[in-house]
């Protein structure tokens, strides 16, 4: 696949570790939506080391009084697509607790693949803060596209996608149709079958994390 420059493949011995029990189909519920929030805290950490709103307050230690730098109150927006998004909240929430979350319903076609949306609740004014936007797959890129040109139409500007999976199909799409946008992903898998499903994959997100299969 292409090198974009809005795009960062992770390559880290603890996510690829995380990331083959989670492909396991023998893993449990359980086991799976605490893996899906330890990546995503781990992503977190890296996708956010810049953007995030700072400021500087003055701290007194034992000895004397420093100035130190903290994330702004309320200046990070996490957004879900639903429903598999939901899973990855709390793994970002762990770094940044303060953060709001919006929600974007979506589902896809299974006649045209192409995602329709059903439900959007934002926080009020998120046009103003870095939204981070979160889905545990990238197949198609249909969704997250879709996603993310409903925020831009909302007026955000500051934007970035995360997944813990992606198709180069998918990565593709989302970083050529919005190359203003940071693309973070896990691992890249080989392709997308005749379904639209990423292959290896870890099947359907969804229905391993709320037991709906």
Known sequence: MK????????DHPLIRHKIAILRDERTS???FRELVEEITTLMTYESLKDGVQTTEVEVKTPLETC???V???NSVVIVPILRAGLGMVNGVHVLFPSARVGHIGMYRNEETL???TYYCKLPSGIEDKLVMVVDPMLA???SACDAIQLLKDKGCKHIKFMAIIGAPEGVKKLAETHPDVDIYVSTLDRCLNEHGYILPGLGDAGDRLFGTK
Do not use: A, L, R, W
Request: overall charge negative.
């Open 3 to 10: 090198n974009y420059d809005n795009v960062v493949i992770f």
């Open 29 to 31: 519920m359980k086991e």
């Open 67 to 69: 100035i130190q730098t």
């Open 71 to 73: 994330v702004s109150d």
């Open 114 to 116: 192409t995602p329709e």
């Open 140 to 142: 198609t890129g249909g």
